[in-house]
């Protein structure tokens, strides 16, 4: 019988699994697992490889994730593409009635991609309105897109007022994950958003990841930190409005320093690792991190930390003397 994972972020997995056994009795090999605000991607990955290590079943394994393009599914979708995982199947955008089908398909067939193709219409049809007046009508198919420009802007081209326009900059071990694909992007709503990182750069399974992770109608890209120095100075991107996220203070501190003009960040997540100490619920320092954040505060930053939009905002200040502290006390 086909195994299979309920995973989210916080405890909706949990709560969905419950709910499921209330309506279809108790499962053998379904598991919830969560994403909680002190784990890193590192932590959830180990935590889906135990848990199909857990399972009778561990050839097919299916995954039913609650958001496209947030860091459980992010985390799968790796899994997925790795050698001896052939037979794993995803699903995004978890509902009830999608974890009632599964159970009730996996009794007769033997893959989890039958089970998957199953069950996709009833997750569709799932979803109502009451009332009925407020369904809408069916789309109409969407026009196909206009071919893109041939050719690049020709360079010492200047649009707009030449200068790159900075939407919202923010420190995300994460990246780009579902909360910044959906409540931030909504937000600061920019024209594009650009992942500044070597590393991630110099990865083409993590750079395809994170541009199949973009909302609808915002691009992704990922460049090195020498790329978007560049970009800063570049006149051609005078017209172009970007969310910037960077991994980690480091990276931001080497692009101000060779000239990137940015005035404030937020840093939403640092995630936990050996040597570093839990600042907030979403950050963790070290000494070389906390001497970064101050350095990027020397260079006239704006400092805030702050998960989510809805997340009241920490200061500078505070965030610091918060680091001050739990370095001091972890000595």
């Known amino acids: 019988m086909v195994s299979i994972v309920l995973a989210s972020h916080g405890t909706f997995s949990e709560g969905i699994k419950m709910?499921?056994?209330?309506?279809f009795g108790p499962q053998q090999d379904v598991e919830a697992v969560t994403l909680m605000p002190e784990m890193g991607p590192d932590d959830l990955r180990a935590?889906?490889?135990e848990t199909v290590e857990s399972f009778e079943e561990k050839d097919q394994?299916?995954?039913?994730v609650d958001l496209q393009g947030g860091t459980p599914w992010n985390q799968i979708s790796l899994l997925l593409d790795e050698p001896g995982h052939e037979n794993w199947v995803a699903v995004g955008g978890m509902n009830l009635p999608m974890v009632i089908s599964a159970y009730g398909e996996r009794m007769g067939v033997d893959t989890a991609a039958e089970v998957?193709?199953?069950?996709?219409?009833?997750?569709?049809a799932g979803v109502c309105i009451k009332?009925?007046?407020?369904v809408p009508a069916e789309a109409a198919p969407a026009a196909a897109a206009a071919p893109a420009p041939q050719g690049a802007i020709p360079e010492g081209t200047v649009l707009g007022d030449g200068h790159i326009k900075i939407a919202h900059v923010r420190i995300d071990t994460r990246l780009l994950h579902g909360q910044v694909a959906t409540a931030i992007t909504k937000s600061v709503a920019p024209d594009?958003?650009?992942v500044v990182s070597d590393g991630v750069a110099h990865d083409q399974l993590r750079k395809t990841m994170i541009e199949q992770a973009a909302p609808p109608g915002v691009p992704a890209n990922v460049v090195p930190i020498s790329k978007m120095i560049e970009v800063f100075k570049d006149p051609r991107f005078g017209a172009t409005k970007v969310m910037l996220l960077f991994e980690k203070p480091q990276d931001l501190l080497q692009a101000i320093q060779g000239g990137a003009d940015i005035k404030q960040v937020n840093i939403g997540s640092m995630a936990h690792s050996v040597g570093k100490v839990v600042v907030t619920n979403a950050i963790a320092m070290d000494e070389a991190d906390l001497e970064c954040v101050e350095a990027l505060h020397d260079a006239g930053l704006t400092i805030t930390a702050q998960k989510v939009p809805a997340d009241k905002a920490q200061s500078y200040d505070e965030l610091v003397n918060a680091a001050k502290a739990a370095l001091a006390e972890a000595k």
Do not use: C, N, T
């Open 61 to 64: 394994v299916l995954f039913l």
């Open 116 to 124: 998957a193709k199953a069950i996709y219409p009833e997750a569709k």
């Open 19 to 23: 709910s499921g056994q209330m309506i």
């Open 47 to 49: 935590k889906i490889l």
């Open 131 to 134: 009332p009925d007046s407020l």
């Open 192 to 194: 594009r958003i650009i």
